[in-house]
């Protein structure tokens, strides 16, 4: 029988066949395609033809198509559709996959084709997305080993296998804290709720096949039980679990493990010539230098612990208002921030909540897609990896321009988080390919027949992905190496927060926060109390979100600590860290930095982007209309369709003419009078 995987796929839009499509095909399909891969490469490092960039640089690109396909569909429903079938694939095939790469930048007749190609570019007329991709393949090479030593190549190799051995455990242990742990919840304890997290605690129960209602991990539900809760005992459990995650002994205890990853990251770094690994890391991001992030991130720390310093004042006022006789704890902040808001700024979440259908939210998105990009976007029936699952048609002018698959709930299989991946990126070497597209979230599931609800954060996260999502719909490259998010990690991260500020626009949100019951629009009162409200509490998300970039620059911008915990507290300690704020990701559950590399040393790339993205929507509001379609076609054709196929300095300097300041950001998150 013919494995499912493997050969053409006569689905819609080529999608993996996921209806038929077993746990059992992924391995010999794996095997099948990686063989394949293999031989591919052998062949261009073998070949007796002088190198040139289309036997070499772009036979490379093709080498591993059948391989990108299976993983593609495998690596789809392992992050959010797990199961021990597939967390067992995962641990075979991630060190597998890093022998792989590691085999490829270890061939000394292939990178010999690649740097003659190199020294000979000047004079093979290249087009300027040919010369980036040569210099990114040659750089990738280099700073995969292959100028080392034969022994340094066979080192690196086994330290990039133990990486991902250690990456995917890492991963997995975190999911299974989130997935076991739960807190029952009693009737009178319910009774206390917002009816939305009452009815959340409900579906969670059903879905572990347990009576009554408990509380979990995932993020959907514990944030809007920690905001509500007027019980502090529960608060604190409730926190302590989640903060623990990653850190409960046994066999999912991730510290040594993260031990472990910084001292072979260290060992990689030295072993290609470098200081550190954060000095390795950052070389071929937009902020080049540990220095350069460390100043960013203490210019907006200062004006941020100031704001939460008074903010804290206020916070431990209404806790002694309420009766209790004891500091402000993590598990405090958010209940009495909430009470805060609503006492402020008249504003109470679980009012605001009917407001922010997912149904409304996705067609607020789809919408200031079409004002902008002229994209349409037409419902279809696909075979995808979970009921769950939804797509779209992406579509401008007629053609197709991508498939886009929505898997919007929280579920025990999923790992926490959201994120935007591609089951196939947007090419044109192999003809014109057009990108299917995957948006990955965790909202809380509503009851059967009842609309899903979310936060106005839930509703920014949506808007995130999408961002990201656009990103890929709209890349026009014609390599696959350069396509869509596959650019500098802290300029990813630009199209997706810039996203984020057409859902202040008043305008979107007067038609599309609609309510669930009523179908009324969000009341004008209603709209600008929100708005004004839009930096509240931003010192608190400031502070929790600094503190954690901090700690992963510090981890690697030198030599290992030698106990990452104790190294923890210290740092904490140092930037003089708020009591009553725990870091957004304490390092037992740092997915984005010990999951894999490409948030490592890394975390701060939210914030290098928020510089970008606060002026890059400042150009619309210069225009005078939040949907000019003049500015909007600039951002594609400068930044959204361009990939990496250039460097993203000289792209945001295309499109915005100069680079910003930090002063955009605090403006943006409402710090500067306190800086």
């Given at each position: 029988m013919t494995n499912p995987l493997l050969g053409d796929w006569a689905t819609p839009f080529a999608l993996p066949p996921f209806a038929a499509i077993t746990d059992d095909d992924f391995a010999p399909a794996f095997d099948a395609a990686l063989a394949e891969a293999r031989?591919?490469?052998a062949a261009i490092a073998a070949d007796p033809a002088a190198p040139g960039f289309a036997n070499t640089i772009e036979a490379l690109e093709r080498a591993g198509e059948a391989l990108d396909k299976v993983l593609g569909a495998f690596f789809a429903v392992s992050g959010a559709d797990a199961n021990?079938?597939?967390?067992?694939?995962?641990?075979?095939?991630?060190?597998?996959?890093?022998?792989?790469?590691?085999?490829i930048y270890a061939n000394p007749q292939l990178f010999a084709r690649i740097d003659a190609i190199w020294q000979q570019r000047d004079a093979l007329d290249l087009s300027p997305e040919q010369e980036r991709?040569?210099?990114l393949t040659r750089r990738a090479f280099v700073r995969g080993g292959a100028e080392l030593d034969a022994a340094g190549r066979a080192r690196l190799a086994e330290v990039k296998q133990r990486l991902a051995t250690l990456g995917t455990q890492f991963t997995q242990n975190l999911l299974a804290d989130e997935r076991d742990w739960s807190m029952a919840l009693s009737e009178d304890d319910l009774a206390n709720l917002p009816d939305d997290v009452a009815a959340a605690a409900r579906g969670a129960a059903a879905e572990r096949n347990a009576d009554g209602a408990v509380v979990t991990l995932s993020r959907s539900l514990i944030v809007p039980f920690l905001q509500s809760s007027p019980d502090r005992e529960l608060r604190h459990r409730a926190y302590e679990a989640w903060a623990a995650r990653g850190a409960n002994g046994g066999v999912t205890d991730?510290?040594?493990?993260?031990?472990?990853i910084l001292e072979l990251r260290y060992e990689r770094a030295q072993l290609l010539g470098y200081p550190s690994f954060a000095a390795y890391k950052l070389e071929t991001e937009m902020a080049a230098t540990p220095e350069a992030v460390r100043d960013l991130l203490m210019a907006v720390w200062t004006p941020a612990k100031a704001q939460v310093?008074?903010?804290?004042?206020?916070?431990a006022d209404m806790l002694r208002e309420d009766g209790v006789n004891a500091e402000l704890e993590p598990w405090d902040w958010r209940y009495y921030a909430e009470k805060r808001r609503k006492a402020e700024h008249d504003l109470d979440t679980a009012a605001l909540k009917p407001y922010f259908q997912?149904?409304?939210?996705?067609?607020?998105?789809?919408?200031?897609?079409?004002?902008?990009?002229?994209?349409?976007?037409?419902?279809?029936d696909a075979p995808l990896y979970h009921p769950d699952c939804r797509a779209w048609d992406v579509t401008r002018d007629g053609r197709h321009m991508a498939l886009f698959v929505g898997d919007y709930f929280a579920r025990a299989s999923k790992r926490s988080g959201a994120w935007c991946s591609a089951m196939r990126s947007q090419q044109k070497l192999a003809g014109d390919i057009r990108p299917i597209v995957v948006n990955v979230c965790n909202f809380a599931k509503p009851a059967a027949g009842k609309p899903a609800l979310l936060s106005y954060d839930d509703a920014r996260t949506l808007f995130h992905e999408f961002g990201h999502a656009l990103h890929q719909m709209l890349s026009d490259v014609t390599y696959e190496s350069v396509s869509g998010t596959a650019v500098a990690r802290d300029f990813v991260e630009l199209p997706s927060q810039l996203f984020e500020h057409w859902l202040e626009v008043p305008e979107v949100l007067s038609k599309y926060a609609t309510h669930a019951r009523t179908g009324e629009p969000m009341p004008p009162e209603m709209l600008e109390r929100l708005l004004g409200a839009r930096n509240f509490d931003q010192g608190f998300a400031t502070v929790e979100y600094v503190a954690s970039a901090l700690v992963d620059l510090a981890f690697h911008d030198g030599k290992p600590p030698a106990d990452i915990m104790a190294r923890q507290a210290e740092i904490l300690d140092e930037i003089g860290m708020p009591h009553a704020i725990g870091m957004r990701h304490a390092t037992p559950h740092f997915a984005h930095v010990f999951a894999g590399d490409g948030y490592s040393a890394g975390y701060y790339s939210y914030m290098w982007s928020e510089v970008m993205d606060a002026d890059a929507f400042a150009a619309f509001r210069d225009a005078g209309d939040a949907f000019d379609r003049d500015t909007a076609a600039a951002l594609e054709r400068f930044i959204l369709s361009r990939g990496g196929s250039e460097d993203p300095k000289a792209l945001y300097l295309k499109f915005r003419g100069r680079l910003p300041g930090v002063e955009a950001l605090l403006k943006g998150r409402g710090l500067d009078a306190a800086a």
């Open positions: 031989a591919n490469v021990p079938a597939r967390d067992a694939l995962m641990r075979d095939f991630s060190p597998r996959l890093a022998a792989y790469s590691s085999e991709v040569l210099m991730n510290r040594a493990i993260a031990q472990e310093e008074a903010d804290a004042a206020v916070l997912l149904e409304r939210m996705i067609e607020a998105a789809f919408a200031s897609a079409h004002r902008l990009f002229g994209l349409e976007f037409t419902p279809v």
